[in-house]
């Protein structure tokens, strides 16, 4: 590793990672953040675990109480938590950064409402959550594919594509709303917790899925961003750079729309973790560019830190993580929002 200028020079097989040093910088930061908010999450709950105990634990073979709490019921819910937590932030910063606009996040596209409204029509059809997860992500897959081809004018129309997606997430949250009402009490009340976001109910199946989809996509998406910075710029910039401006445009909404739907079929459309992450990103880190795997970091943290919450501060009810993201992403949004339409009044 050397240093040149403001930047970091990685060295890797067959080329070099150039890093500026303020994002390298923030992001130890945040992965001394996150082990600690890791620690936190397995230490901290409604049965407490002595702080002592918990790395003895993971090798020992004692199989007590502690053990089972800690492997069987909090360690899949938070291995579960990080892959979401991390695709959600980058599936966030993917749209924020391709509509040049921070209010683009999955959560006002519609794409969750399609995944969460997939998920809700599979149990109306087969009564049972055998097949959830493919629901979920045929939801959201073919919710983005419904709302590109109505935004599509010469081209994918990036103010078009928003406003599509906004009518068509309410559209299907409506939908959602009604399947809801046609199921028995106890389901409908499980999938109200699902539909705020809620890691509760999840198995220790449920982690392979999610982790593959963080390794393959992050690392796709990683791989991409040198063309999603360029595409930040304008239309005709971008084209006279000789980049496939349609194209790479819907490999890239591609890309976060599995993102999202993948984390959305396993804990519910958790709302704004894909929201914050991006702009909490670039602000720390102070660089123009889309700062992928820095907002991975912001959406494992914020989804950690609200899990942990919901599980420690009311443990009698286990309120869904969902819960927790909105207090930390609804301030956020009224800020951006008063923000943008100051900048708009003067």
């Known amino acids: 590793m050397k ?18 040093k303020r994002s390298a910088v923030v992001g130890a930061v945040l992965l001394v953040l996150s082990l600690i908010a890791l620690f936190a999450a397995h230490w901290l709950g409604a049965y407490p675990i002595s702080a002592d105990r918990i790395v003895p634990l993971f090798f020992s073979g004692e199989g007590g109480v502690d053990q089972l709490i800690l492997l069987d019921v909090r360690m ?14 980058m599936s ?25 409204f997939g998920a809700l029509l599979t149990i109306f059809l087969f009564g049972s959550a055998a097949y959830v997860f493919w629901g979920a992500v045929a939801g959201g897959v073919l919710t983005a594919l419904l709302v590109v081809a109505l935004s599509w004018h010469r081209g994918l129309d990036l103010f078009r594509l ?17 399947l809801m009402s046609q199921l028995d009490i106890q389901r409908a009340s499980d999938m109200a917790k699902w539909l705020v976001g809620s890691l509760g109910q999840v198995q220790c199946e449920d982690i392979t ?9 992050g690392a796709l998406g990683v791989v991409l961003q040198y063309f999603l910075d360029r595409l930040a710029f304008d239309e005709d910039l971008a084209a006279g750079l000789g980049l496939k401006v349609n194209g790479l445009r819907l490999l890239l909404v591609a890309v976060a729309v599995v993102m ?62 969902g819960v927790f993201t909105a207090l930390i992403g609804a301030p956020y949004l009224i800020w951006l929002l008063a923000r943008q339409a100051k900048r708009n009044l003067i």
């Not at 200028?5 to 070099?16: D, M």
């Not at 910063?93 to 969750?112: C, E, H, K, T, W």
């Not at 909490?280 to 899990?307: F, H, M, N």
């Open 76 to 89: 899949p819910r938070i291995l579960v938590g990080v892959f979401v937590g991390g695709l959600m932030g």
């Open 260 to 321: 999202t739907a993948t984390a959305v079929a396993v804990a519910g459309p958790i709302p704004f973790v894909a929201f914050v992450s991006g702009p909490i990103a670039r602000q720390l880190s102070r660089t123009p560019s889309s700062a992928l795997i820095l907002a991975a970091g912001i959406g494992i943290l914020v989804t950690l830190l609200s899990d942990t919450a919901a599980r420690t501060l009311v443990a009698a009810f286990q309120m869904p993580t």
């Open 92 to 116: 966030g910063a993917i749209f924020q950064a391709l509509m040049r606009n921070p209010l683009a996040s999955p959560d006002v596209l519609g794409f969750n409402a399609g995944a969460a």
């Open 3 to 20: 240093l040149l200028g403001h930047h970091l020079v990685v060295p890797l097989p067959g080329g070099a990672l150039l890093m500026r």
């Open 209 to 217: 899925p999610v982790a593959i989809a963080f390794v393959v996509l």
């Open 162 to 178: 928003i406003m599509v997606g906004i009518g068509i997430g309410f559209t299907l949250l409506a939908c959602a709303d009604f």
